[in-house]
């Protein structure tokens, strides 16, 4: 059994014309965009990475660390566990640091007596010249060593940077 269509034969027409044309247009913006690939692509990102498996911070300064990077826009990571190696807690202060402060983050935690806490810092910032990056932590002079174990350090430069505050 067959059912009688409810659409006239006209607006049946009419409708497939508009599809037609939906898809002739959406064809058209395709072929537009494609002319223009080249010029949209983006930039794979350059990775830089340092690392150290196990730094040992005796002094109220922890062996720091510092790489220049060449000019462009970049986003940061640093992380770490920092293990206290004595039986009082300790305050624990990092940082990172983009072009001499331009752009920093600061991390302070409290150590527990014989515990661990992770740690991670981000920055961006677009050097618009080479420029240098420093990590490091800082402890009360006196206090126990710290175990400063899986520190990675990261920089990736990106295409372009939009950074404001929310």
Not at 26 to 31: H, I, N, S
Not at 32 to 41: I, M, Q
Not at 60 to 88: C, H, M, R
Not at 120 to 142: D, E, I, M, R, W
Request: net charge positive; charged share 15%; hydrophobic share 40%.
């Amino acid at each position: 059994m067959t059912m009688p269509s409810t659409v006239p034969a006209r607006s049946a027409g009419r409708r497939r014309r508009i599809v037609q044309a939906a898809a002739a247009t959406a064809v058209a913006a395709g072929a537009l965009l494609a002319g223009n690939a080249t010029s949209a692509e983006a930039v794979p990102p350059e990775v830089i990475s340092r690392w150290n498996n196990e730094l040992i911070h005796s002094n109220s300064l922890s062996p720091g660390f510092n790489q220049f990077l060449a000019t462009g826009p970049y986003t940061i990571t640093a992380k770490l566990t920092a293990v206290n190696t004595g039986s009082a807690a300790i305050d624990y202060t990092c940082l990172i640091s983009a072009a001499g402060g331009a752009d920093t983050d600061r991390t302070e935690v409290t150590l527990p007596a014989n515990g661990k806490v992770s740690i991670f810092l981000n920055v961006v910032h677009n050097y618009t010249s080479a420029g240098q990056l420093s990590f490091g932590c800082t402890k009360p002079g006196g206090t126990a060593q710290v175990r400063m174990r899986q520190v990675k350090i990261t920089a990736v430069k990106v295409n372009s940077l939009d950074n404001q505050p929310f």
